[in-house]
């Protein structure tokens, strides 16, 4: 049964005067300039797979970590605009003289920045950003539950068609069976990590029928935050089973799964894929996951057995 969020008991998390010291995460940004959309990939395959930077090595890979929402998973579409409606809210009731398009951009960005690490992390920013314009913030746990409520009410009807047998491919990004098929016949391990509440994640994955394939491998947010991160699941698991290079390949639509990727020498696979439909290119998400310098970047993986015998090092480009 799909769990229902309810608020964990607040506690005074953050003085508002040093909520950054406790983030405990630099908030970085994507390389500016890294990546120009006009510059064409330097390899292409298929129709919808392009490769902007060399791979560090192509062979099996053993170990590959997913995230969930905007890469497989399609039942929590629009969250970002939830988000930002709750920010900009939120700022607008500060002393500032900003327009509502300048919050707008303000909130947009670090929402992206941090889009794949753990909510609380933006609600930790958000609060920043109201104590910066003079106005007295919320514990950061408290704007994740109010957000977290609204965001039920936009996808409660989704959980509920998917409760009551609705197609499970219509809440998947297309192809994400066929790669996780593709991987198993490989014999790849399969880990999900999210920065999704860690019980809604193992729940959503069965209902889309995707938990088999990452069995207790499947990781998310926790009430205490900071024991859970991507780069921990990676470090661990690089740690655990002495895995190097290209036999570690991460995959995700956020800065996050990117960064964790090439900073342990895998390979970062970035989809960029209209999360409306479920396919194709979203060239907004593909110019900041370029940014980010994904190695590799798809519209959805309807090309999974191409992309993955690239990546394996079976054929070349």
């Known amino acids: 049964m799909y769990p229902k969020s309810s608020p964990a008991p607040l506690t005074s998390l953050f003085p508002p005067a040093t ?18 959309m006009s510059i064409d990939p330097i390899q292409r ?81 958000l609060a920043e950003e109201v104590a910066l314009r003079g106005g007295m913030p919320r514990e950061p746990r408290e704007y994740k539950w109010q957000y977290l409520d609204r965001l039920q009410k936009k996808i409660s009807h989704r959980i509920a068609d998917l409760q009551q047998g609705a197609d499970e491919m219509s809440y998947r990004i297309r192809g994400s069976t066929d790669l996780l098929d593709d991987l198993a016949r490989r014999g790849t391990v399969c880990h999900l990590a999210s920065g999704t509440d ?9 209902l889309l029928g995707l938990d088999h394939y990452f069995a207790d491998r499947i990781y998310g947010a926790r009430d205490d935050y900071q024991s859970f991160s991507k780069q921990r699941v990676v470090e661990r698991i690089r740690t655990d089973h002495d895995v190097r290079g ?24 970035g989809i960029a894929s209209l999360e409306s439909v479920g396919y194709g290119w979203d060239l907004w998400k593909k110019e900041r996951l370029c940014a980010a310098e994904a190695h590799i970047l798809v519209a959805d993986w309807c090309e999974s057995d191409l992309l993955l015998s690239f990546l394996c090092g079976e054929i070349d480009a």
């Open 19 to 36: 909520i950054r010291l406790f983030s405990n995460q630099p908030l970085s940004s994507p390389k500016k300039n890294a990546c120009d």
């Open 246 to 269: 290209g036999q570690l390949a991460v995959f995700g639509d956020g800065y996050v799964e990117i960064e964790v990727a090439r900073s342990v020498g895998g390979i970062a696979v």
């Open 45 to 125: 395959l298929g129709t919808a797979i392009e490769i902007y930077a060399p791979l560090p090595n192509r062979e099996p890979i053993r170990h590959a970590v997913f995230d969930f929402d905007g890469t497989l998973s399609l039942i929590r579409a629009g969250w970002q605009e939830v988000m930002l409606a709750q920010c900009v809210a939120e700022l607008e009731q500060t002393p500032t003289r900003e327009d509502r398009d300048t919050l707008r951009q303000v909130c947009s960005e670090f929402i992206t920045q941090l889009t794949g690490r753990q909510t609380i992390y933006q609600m930790i920013r």
């Open 198 to 206: 860690e019980q809604f994640v193992i729940a959503e994955a069965k």
